[in-house]
């Protein structure tokens, strides 16, 4: 029904090219040209500031891991950017994490004790495969390195292992 819906539409107006992705890839298409479209998007306002001064106070290094090429560093919101309007700007509400341990800080797979140490999630404790064992399961327990300035705020990460780690019910 919905590949025929495309194709009515796709019928009335011969000017626009619509295509759809079907999560099943139903559908193999002919050739593997693909087009680009221009579409509105929100952009974080002086979202800049907060990572020069996160990744500075940080010396330009993953607080975890302490990759230092800043292509692979990410300012990391301690309590998410949808949270709170208030300290979205706040040096205080962030980490200097890489891609990965940002990308797992942000899911709940990893968080941050009390004193600073992290804190794997059981779900990640858990994986088999070798990158994880490699990657996530070594720094269990290891104290982070903690900024020059703008100290993380204990009440954030307080939230963060409340409320998106995923083991914050354990905690």
């Known amino acids: 029904m919905a590949i025929e819906c495309q194709l009515l539409r796709q019928q009335l107006d011969k000017t626009a090219i619509v295509e759809s992705e079907l999560e099943n890839d139903v559908l193999i298409p002919d050739d593997f040209t693909a087009e680009t479209r221009q579409v509105l998007t929100t952009q974080r306002i002086k979202q800049h500031f907060f990572r ?21 560093l990410i300012a990391s919101h301690i309590v998410p950017w949808s949270a709170d309007k208030a300290n979205r700007l706040n040096p205080s509400n962030g980490l200097c994490l890489s891609a990965i341990h940002d990308r797992a800080f942000d899911k709940g797979l990893i968080s941050l004790t009390e004193d600073w140490r992290v804190l794997l999630s059981n779900e990640l404790r858990q994986r088999e495969d070798a990158f994880v064992k490699a990657v996530f399961l070594p720094l269990e327990n290891q104290p982070i390195e903690m900024p020059e300035k703008f100290k993380p705020n204990d009440q954030f990460m307080s939230h963060h292992r409340a409320s998106v780690f995923l083991d914050g019910a354990r905690i």
């Open 52 to 72: 020069r001064a996160v990744l500075s106070s940080y010396r330009g290094r993953c607080c975890m891991s302490g990759l230092s090429d800043t292509r692979l």
